[in-house]
């Protein structure tokens, strides 16, 4: 469609530009001068003129020199009366020839239209020209509609290859978790004759490049079934309702062929939250983004189709996504730590003619890339070393390729020097260790020092169950646990760094709701400060009411603070008791720059 406008607005500017063009030189087809009524019978009265061909209300004087000129009489009234009227001799009159070049109809029409028609034929021009564009782009519109979704079957796939776990290095747990989908997939009598439900909807949540398309094709590359593939990018430019009927069909087909897989990429691009854009462009991907919720309640459970989808991007999906039914699977990949970065090098390495690299250094100097960083650097080094008219690749074809691909559009995420390696390290671990030693904050999941959007490392944790009730000494756990961070730089480094702002930002998030919604202060008492206007359906909150005085506002913050300090202090002291504990981590997260829930445990017993 902006397509189609963009031709639009060039036509009207060149047609435009040339109707101009053509209004100032006038009327292209009176290139000789021009003579007024008046000159007219003065150069007859002179005997200048030899002949005047009328032709309509236009006269075209030939003086006896043979050159023209043109002239204008008034509209009804003959020459020769004319003539009279302006005072001109009957004998003068006689001495020039009159030719009555009355003009056949359709000539006269042409010479009428004279000063229009180049204009006139571009502007017919230009509008079948948009037609053409019209039925193009309806033509396309409905080819979309039908059946653009690309299809894969796994048994015969296009490159003559099928994609198994095999082809992903690495993400171990999330291959793991995808294994249950491929055996629902291949076996659903198993799972539904013990009164399972199948899961409907798989989220995979992960940094571009991480393999999140190839980890889904790889479930339906094992699983044996077909695989329909489709990106939510592509929905955004399209025209009113394809996006919906292109959902439609696409579900159709998939149900038609199943069991399958149907896969929408870059879920967030028609994912977004509803109603968050401004103005009414965003109709079409809402429309898109209902139609896929139709089809995802629609089907029984019994359908055995897997809906898989993929994203960077959680935090903006629509929450009528993840409800149950829907996506309530997610799995979340990381960006490779060094040793799936080495595995994932050997990986693409296997087809590529290698000599004297050492995987495991060219893996240490590469954190922060994700397998498309990797598989795209092995490329960089084929091209130079093909380029030096090599055999092979060379270690230093690799390493001079590391910056070419850091440096290069796709690198987003940072690299971290030395010393902000050991501060992070630090950070995380001390937000790790403490969460150990309070027996109520949640178990540490993974430890990493590899940057990612703003943060330079994080530590998950994961809660043990689903809870939906939280008491205060958990609150109170989460707080020191988040002040831990900040608390140990200034301990071993003297100085705190803006990598903490995140966190602090959060513990006084959750220190306000102690005091304000949970009723958990005991000096203010069991009571709400501040009254919140939901939007239900978008459960979000919207505006805040005051509905206290200065006094009690005023209390509130001490609480607040009186909350903070208690957790900063109990962090600190917990730090200053465990260095031990903390060094141990620090230092197999400089070196392996990850760490999982296993082997910390392990670490944690080791030093105890
Ligand atoms: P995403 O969908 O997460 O953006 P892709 O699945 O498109 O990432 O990955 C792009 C390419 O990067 C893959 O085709 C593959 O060559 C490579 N790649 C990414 N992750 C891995 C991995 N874990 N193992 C092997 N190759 C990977
Ligand atoms: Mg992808
Ligand atoms: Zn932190």
């Known amino acids: 469609m902006r397509k189609l406008l963009r031709n639009f607005t060039l036509f009207l500017v060149v047609f435009l530009i040339l109707a101009g063009f053509l209004s100032l030189i006038n009327n292209p087809w009176q290139k000789q001068a021009e003579l007024s009524f008046n000159n007219l019978v003065t150069a007859i ?19 006896q020199d043979n050159t023209q000129k043109f002239a204008h009489k008034e509209n009804g009234e003959s020459l020769a009366n004319l003539l009279k009227i302006y005072g001109l001799a009957e004998d003068k009159l006689r001495a020039i020839a009159i030719e009555n070049q009355e003009p056949s109809g359709w000539s006269a029409w042409l010479s009428s239209l004279g000063p229009f028609l180049l204009p006139l034929i571009l502007f017919i021009l230009f509008l079948w020209i948009m037609m053409r564009q019209l039925a193009g782009a309806n033509s396309r519109a409905m080819m979309f509609g039908q059946s653009a979704a690309r299809e894969e079957n796994p048994t015969k796939p296009a490159n003559g290859k099928k994609t198994t776990f095999k082809d992903v290095a690495g993400s171990v747990e ?11 997939l291949k076996e659903p009598q198993k799972f539904l004759k013990l009164g399972a439900r199948i899961p409907k909807g798989v989220l ?14 790889a479930v339906s590359g094992e699983a044996g079934v077909p695989f329909f593939h489709m990106s939510g990018s592509e929905f955004v430019e399209m025209f009113v309702g394809v996006g919906a009927s292109r959902v439609r069909d696409l579900f159709r087909r998939a149900k038609k062929s199943a069991p399958a897989i149907v896969f929408i990429d870059e879920l967030d691009a028609v994912g977004r939250q509803r109603g968050a854009g401004l103005g009414g462009s965003h109709d079409e991907r809402e429309q898109t983004l209902n139609q896929i919720l139709v089809e995802m309640d629609g089907f029984e459970t019994d359908t055995n189709i897997i809906i898989m989808a993929a994203t960077n991007r959680p935090d903006v999906l ?5 409800r149950p039914g829907r996506f309530d699977r997610r799995v979340t990949i990381d960006l490779p730590d060094i040793r799936e970065r080495e595995a994932i090098l050997l990986l693409h390495a296997s087809n590529k003619p290698l000599s004297g690299v050492d995987v495991h250094k060219v893996a240490a100097r590469t954190p922060g890339f994700s397998g498309a960083d990797l598989f795209n650097l092995l490329n960089e080094a084929a091209i130079l070393a093909a380029r030096h008219n090599q055999t092979s690749i060379s270690e230093n074809d690799v390493l001079i390729s590391i910056e070419k691909v850091m440096l290069g559009p796709e690198r987003k995420s940072f690299i971290l020097s030395d010393q902000e390696k050991r501060v992070t390290a630090y950070h995380e671990a001390g937000h790790a260790v403490v969460s150990h030693l309070i027996p109520e904050a949640d178990p540490i999941h993974k430890i990493s020092i590899i940057a990612r959007g703003h943060a330079a490392g994080y530590t998950i944790k994961l809660p043990t169950e689903d809870k939906r009730l939280h008491n205060k000494a958990e609150f109170l756990a989460d707080l020191a646990v988040l002040l831990a961070g900040q608390a140990i730089e200034k301990q071993v480094f003297k100085d705190i760094t803006t990598g903490a702002s995140s966190d602090l930002r959060k513990a006084t998030t ?32 919207i505006s805040e009411h005051r509905d ?5 506002a005023q209390a509130i913050d001490e609480e607040i603070s009186a909350f903070l300090q208690d957790a900063h202090k109990r962090a600190q002291s917990l730090i200053r008791d465990n260095m031990a504990k903390i060094e141990k981590v620090v230092h197999v997260l400089l070196a392996q720059e990850t760490i999982e829930s296993d082997e910390f445990k392990k670490l944690m017993a080791e030093a105890s």
């Open 45 to 63: 009265q002179n005997n200048e003129i030899k002949k005047i061909g009328i032709e309509g209300n236009k006269l075209e004087a030939t003086f």
């Open 174 to 184: 999330a291959k793991q978790e995808l294994e249950e989908v491929v055996e629902f």
């Open 204 to 217: 995979l949540i992960g940094p571009p490049g991480t393999g999140k398309t190839l980890l889904a094709k």
């Open 318 to 322: 629509d929450p009528a996504l993840l």
């Open 510 to 541: 959750l220190a306000r709701q102690l005091v304000t919604e949970f009723g958990m202060s005991d000096k203010l008492g069991p009571r709400t400060f501040g009254a919140k206007e939901e939007l239900i359906f978008l459960g979000r909150e």
């Open 548 to 552: 206290y005085g200065e006094k009690i």
